[in-house]
């Protein structure tokens, strides 16, 4: 049963596709120049070559692109407190000192104070520093930020502040 009836579908799907292939299309302009398509003729209509073949757009590539990696930006330090050329008072000889590193802190840097040149500790994962004692006068600070590998990869520009403090011979 099955056999007949796929037999009979395609017999009749053939039909159809046959009966379509020989009607023919014509076209015309009415009073307002629209066009007008009939599969009759009309008198000045004019028949319209329909081509057999079926318009078939050419495959795309469906990968995507690969995605580039953006370039890294390279990282840039500055020390934000004490301001440069600025002056701290503090009879304890105590400095707050904080950093700016851009791109934001990643997990891994290290950064490590140099205070007139000299390493202050081994480098931390954080930017803010309290130094003790700092003997009054002009110091010179500096930041360094290290990779997760120990490769030193920014430096700050040198900062320069000032500490007052109370002179033991003259207190007042």
């Known amino acids: 049963m099955n056999k007949v009836l796929f037999t009979l579908l395609i017999l009749f799907s053939a039909s159809i596709l046959q009966a379509q292939e020989n009607k023919k299309v014509f076209v015309t302009r009415d009073a307002n120049g629209v066009l007008v398509f009939s599969d009759s003729p009309q008198p000045?209509?004019?028949?319209v070559n329909l081509s057999s073949r079926a318009n078939i757009m050419e495959a795309t590539d469906p990968t995507l692109p690969s995605r580039k990696q953006p370039a890294k930006e390279p990282f840039t330090v500055e020390i934000a407190q004490p301001e440069d050329q600025g002056t701290v008072r503090d009879n304890t000889g105590?400095?707050?000192?904080?950093?700016?590193?851009?791109?934001?802190?990643?997990?891994?840097?290290?950064?490590?104070l140099l205070v007139d040149g000299k390493p202050q500790a081994e480098p931390q994962n954080?930017?803010?520093?309290?130094?003790?004692?700092?003997?009054?006068?002009?110091?010179?600070?500096?930041?360094?930020?290290f990779d997760q590998s120990?490769?030193?990869i920014a430096t700050s520009p040198v900062t320069?502040?000032?500490?007052h403090r109370a002179s033991v011979i003259s207190p007042n």
């Open 44 to 47: 000045g209509a004019e028949e």
């Open 94 to 112: 105590s400095v707050y000192v904080s950093g700016k590193i851009s791109p934001m802190f990643e997990r891994g840097l290290r950064v490590r």
């Open 126 to 145: 954080n930017a803010v520093f309290i130094l003790r004692d700092i003997e009054r006068g002009e110091h010179k600070l500096q930041m360094e930020l």
């Open 150 to 152: 120990g490769k030193l």
């Open 160 to 163: 320069t502040f000032y500490l």
